[in-house]
C-alpha cells in the first residue's frame, strides 16, 4: 500500500509564497512521476505541474513563471514552491504520483488527500 501525505497549505495574501510538500510511503519501487494537481470550488481538477524521474518539469500556463516543482528523489517527496500568488489560485491541492510496487508490477496512480490553499487578504 502507498500513502501520498501533503502539507503546506493555508491561508496567504495576494503576492505572498507558499511551498507545498508531499510525501509519498508504503511499498514503492520507483516513481515515474509526481505531479500537484489543484481543484476550484465549482471547477475540474487540472493540473498545476509535474516532475519526472529524469527531472523534466512542466507547468500550466497558468502558473509558470510564478511556481517551481522539485523533487528530492531519496525521499520519495515532490515540493511546490508557489510565488505571487493570487486569488485565483484559491483551490485544494493534491498531489500525485505514477509508480509501481515490485520491479515486476505495471504502474498506478496514487492521489494524495489534498491540502487547502486560500489565498485572501
Known amino acids: 500500500q502507498v500513502q501520498l501525505v501533503e502539507s503546506g497549505g493555508g491561508l496567504v495574501q495576494p503576492g505572498g509564497s507558499l511551498r507545498l510538500s508531499c510525501a509519498a510511503s508504503g511499498s514503492i519501487f520507483s516513481i515515474k512521476a509526481m505531479a500537484w494537481y489543484r481543484q476550484a470550488p465549482g471547477k475540474q481538477r487540472e493540473l498545476v505541474a509535474g516532475?519526472?524521474?529524469?527531472?523534466?518539469?512542466n507547468y500550466a500556463d497558468s502558473v509558470k513563471g510564478r511556481s517551481t516543482i522539485s523533487r528530492d528523489y531519496a525521499q520519495n517527496t515532490v515540493f511546490l514552491q508557489m510565488n505571487s500568488l493570487k486569488p485565483e489560485d484559491t483551490a485544494v491541492y493534491y498531489c500525485n504520483a505514477n509508480l509501481r510496487s515490485d520491479w515486476a508490477a505495471g504502474y498506478f496512480e496514487v492521489w494524495g488527500q489534498g491540502t487547502l490553499v486560500t489565498v485572501s487578504s
Open positions: 516532475i519526472t524521474s529524469g527531472g523534466s518539469t
